[in-house]
């Protein structure tokens, strides 16, 4: 630019603005530098516990270093991974499934990383890699991965491929456990056709809310169990505009004339419920019970109560209820394409707007980020009534 010219300001405006971007840029690539050596070592961060107990006793932040992708290892980059009241229960040893406690992230004890739901990007892939690429988002294959991490290793086998267009971060990190498990209920347990009835507790949570969607879009109706809490008549109202035919409370549900209620919904009980999807246990569980038809199915998958559920002989023997179990993770192992087929069929329906997601909490976790503030986020996930799912989202750095 010759000497002494004006610049107007737009001009300059402009010029400033392409500079910022160069600097960001070239910050971004520097920030990407410090994450590598120069020998192809990634540095990586993770949430990690040596022991079993409550999250803000046991866990703790673990700087270490990953070696450059080989064979059929692939490097991860996590992009989200939400807080799951399964992974505290895991961190607390009072969960099946347990992870491996090692020493391979060069920790003093050995040691396991939390979590287990969460997407990440392919940064690398070794020369026998065939299943995906750099760029790629992938989602964990079984529970246990420990996907509350900056970055990680891991064998082609442990991850599935997602494609990441037309998707947030957090539909992505939330796919494989609650949408996935409503999904199955709704399908494996009773041959529910469109007009037909199920009813649920933990209508709020999100399982609870994907059955909701779920069944709304294939003309099922629901009966949807909430604790009573402030701001009760706007959860019923969202709820609502999810597809739910009616909210009612744990306590509306104990009173001795619920099953009466449940007849006038469903013309004088002439329109059976032959479906119950039950993840609190105890009283509440017991009293669903009350509302189903003959013949009927009722689904545990959950017990926030921590109570046992109490059945009364007459259930099994003139009514002839069916009980069952229905853990994920175990099926998913069981069969891996037909969870590979529901991920992509519920991504699917993300991708058309035909399935809202759960409200969240995002918890960013950058470089810098202090393990007091990640440890906080994950024992707020314990407290009451939340606004949201905690999400850790990791910076893009």
């Known amino acids: ?38 020998y192809g070592y990634t540095q990586a961060k993770a949430l990690v ?37 399964a992974d505290i229960n895991q961190i607390q040893g009072l969960y099946p499934s347990r992870p491996q406690f090692t020493i391979a992230l060069g920790t003093a004890q050995p040691s396991a990383v939390a979590g287990n739901e969460g997407v990440a990007e392919i940064l690398s892939a070794g020369s026998a890699v065939k299943t995906v690429q750099k760029g790629d988002w992938v989602i964990m294959k079984r529970p246990a991965f420990g996907t509350w991490r900056t970055h990680a290793e891991a064998d082609q086998s442990d991850i599935l491929r997602i494609e990441g267009d037309g998707i947030t971060r957090v539909q992505a990190a939330t796919v494989s456990v609650n949408p996935c498990t409503a999904y199955r209920m709704l399908k494996d347990f009773y041959p529910l056709q469109p007009g037909d009835w199920f009813i649920q507790n933990g209508a709020n949570s999100g399982v609870g809310r994907a059955a909701i969607q779920f069944g709304k879009r294939w003309g099922l109706r629901s009966i949807n169990v909430v604790r009573d809490r402030p701001g009760l008549a706007d959860l019923k109202r969202e709820l609502q505009d999810l597809g739910a035919d009616h909210v009612v409370t744990e306590d509306e549900v104990l009173a001795r004339d619920f099953a009466e209620r449940t007849k006038e919904w469903t013309r004088a009980g002439r329109e059976p419920i032959m479906l119950a999807l039950n993840c609190v246990g105890g009283k509440p569980a017991t009293a669903l019970t009350k509302a189903l038809s003959p013949g009927a199915h009722m689904v545990t998958y959950g017990a926030m109560a921590k109570k046992a559920m109490e059945l009364p002989p007459s259930a099994l023997i003139f009514r ?53 503030a990640l440890v906080e986020a994950v024992q707020g996930t314990m407290e009451g009534f939340r606004a949201g799912k905690g999400v850790f989202v990791f910076k893009d750095e």
Not at 8 to 25: D, E, F, G, I, M
Not at 328 to 355: C, K, N, Y
Request: glycine share 6%; hydrophobic share 35%; with cysteine.
């Open 320 to 372: 002839d209820l069916h009980f069952h179990g229905f853990w994920v993770s175990q099926w998913g192992d069981a069969h891996p394409e037909a969870r590979e087929q529901t991920v992509h069929e519920i991504l699917g329906m993300m991708r058309r707007g035909e399935f809202r997601d759960v409200p969240v909490t995002e918890v960013e976790w950058g470089w810098e980020t202090k393990e007091k």
């Open 1 to 38: 630019m010759p000497i002494g010219r004006i610049v107007p300001k737009s001009a300059l405006n402009s010029l400033c603005s392409r500079c910022l971007h160069k600097q960001n840029t070239a910050l971004s690539r520097q920030q990407q530098q410090r994450r590598i050596s120069a």
């Open 49 to 85: 516990y040596s022991k079993y107990g409550e999250p803000n006793d046991v866990l703790s932040l673990h700087t270490h270093s990953i070696s450059p992708a080989h064979s059929t290892r692939v490097i991860l980059r996590f992009l989200a991974s939400p807080l799951n009241p």
